[in-house]
């Protein structure tokens, strides 16, 4: 299975990614997710064993050969994957990685399409890769004899091709054929989030009927355990997705109301060298709320803020002997955002550079500290109804 990535999640998919690199296309970065592993370990015994049985070789070719089927696949999933990348780099879109998984694969692209158009090339143009490769295999298949090795290997590559191809353009995200639907309902109702949850529902519809049929084929024994546990694996799958696509199209159309003046706790500033316990009791005494307690130096200049967390790991016996130096974090160190962004500019930013809290900025050269940002608040505004957790 395949989905191309776009830049709407709340948390960047580069920073931490749970996948090894492993070369350079093109100049595209390469990943690989270690469940390709468990797949490739999976897919070259069974086929291996297949193959050996099917034209009588002996155990450690067919294994080879098995090793070697892995390959070309890993190969096809990666040229599909290229014909997404290098299609938006013709319209301008940068590509921050592939990376292979345990259905498939997936392009992360560093923006979103800026037309219906190009959003449904770029999503049709992996198929059309698999297709291709498909047809290929498939000349390849009816030119070799029967029943030789590379006539099976052929095969299976073309019916795997075909078989992507086909699955990949069936018209509900996360799936190509979802994103296309959704470039066609974009341009029809002039609404990229409201196309987005359409088709993500779409796709939430094609997860349940795969469902169906894979139980009613394995009723009627026409699917192996094996096939109905993997076809259960692949549902879950394309219903996450689908998830995910509706969960973000609703925090993008919420995007405007992410407003840094109406957001930005203030700041209430203790002299360096003020015992913590004293500054918690001036904080308890300010009306304002949410105040964020700083420090400032001899001459009045913002140096650092109050980490509460490790405020709070101070016991209470010791915090009028506590210097509250000890428990910020220098100014430097935090992540500043000038108060004029907009929403989108605003989620972009905390996606490019995570963090926990960030200094509000305006003035001159942006220098004046207005107040702080805590990405909690900002995920308040996007998914109101998502559980709160308990302020330290």
């Not at 780099?89 to 560093?110: F, H, K, N, Q, S």
């Not at 203790?270 to 316990?277: F, I, K, R, S």
């Not at 009045?300 to 101070?314: H, I, S, Y």
């Not at 220098?330 to 930013?349: K, N, Y």
């Amino acid at each position: 299975m395949d989905r191309v990535e776009q830049p709407s999640r709340p948390q960047p998919r580069t920073a931490g990614r749970p996948a090894r690199p492993v070369g350079h296309v093109l100049r595209i970065p390469i990943y690989m997710n270690s469940s390709m592993l468990l797949l490739a370990a999976l897919v070259t015994v069974v086929y291996g064993n297949w193959v050996r049985a099917e034209l009588d070789l002996p155990d450690p070719l067919g294994y080879l050969v098995g090793l070697g089927f892995v390959v070309c696949l890993l190969g096809s999933v990666l040229l599909h994957e290229l014909g997404h990348a290098l299609t938006a780099r013709r319209y301008r879109i940068g590509v921050r990685g592939i990376t292979l998984e345990l259905l498939g694969g997936w392009t992360e692209m560093d923006r979103d399409a800026p037309t219906p158009k190009v959003d449904a090339l770029v999503s049709l143009a992996g198929p059309l890769v698999s297709l291709v490769l498909g047809g290929l295999a498939t000349v390849v298949t009816l030119a070799l004899p029967d029943r030789t090795l590379g006539d099976q290997v052929a095969f299976q590559l073309a019916a795997s091709n075909l078989l992507v191809a086909i699955f990949n353009v069936l018209p509900g995200l996360p799936l190509d054929g979802g994103r296309a639907l959704r470039a066609g309902l974009w341009a029809l109702i002039k609404d990229r989030n409201r196309a987005t949850e359409a088709a993500a529902w779409s796709g939430r519809a094609i997860a349940f009927a795969c469902m169906v049929v894979a139980i009613w084929l394995y009723r009627l024994e026409l699917v192996t355990l094996f096939g109905l546990a993997f076809v259960i694996l692949v549902v879950f799958t394309l219903w996450q997705g689908a998830g995910q696509s509706i969960r973000l199209a609703r925090m993008t159309r919420r995007f405007p109301l992410v407003d840094l003046a109406a957001l930005a706790r203030p700041l209430l500033t203790v002299p360096a060298g003020t015992p913590l316990g004293e500054a918690q009791r001036r904080r308890s005494e300010d009306p304002r709320p949410n105040v964020v307690l700083a420090v400032t130096d001899s001459a009045g200049n913002l140096t650092a803020l109050v980490d509460p967390v490790a405020a709070e790991r101070v016991p209470v016996d010791r915090r009028p002997w506590v210097a509250v130096d000890t428990v910020s974090r220098s100014r430097d160190a935090v992540p500043a955002l000038p108060l004029g962004l907009s929403g989108e500019q605003v989620v972009r930013a905390l996606q490019a550079h995570p963090a926990g809290q960030y200094v509000i900025t305006a003035g001159e050269e942006d220098q004046d500290v207005v107040g702080v940002l805590r990405v909690g608040d900002v995920a308040d505004v996007l998914e109101p109804r998502r559980p709160r957790r308990p302020a330290p």
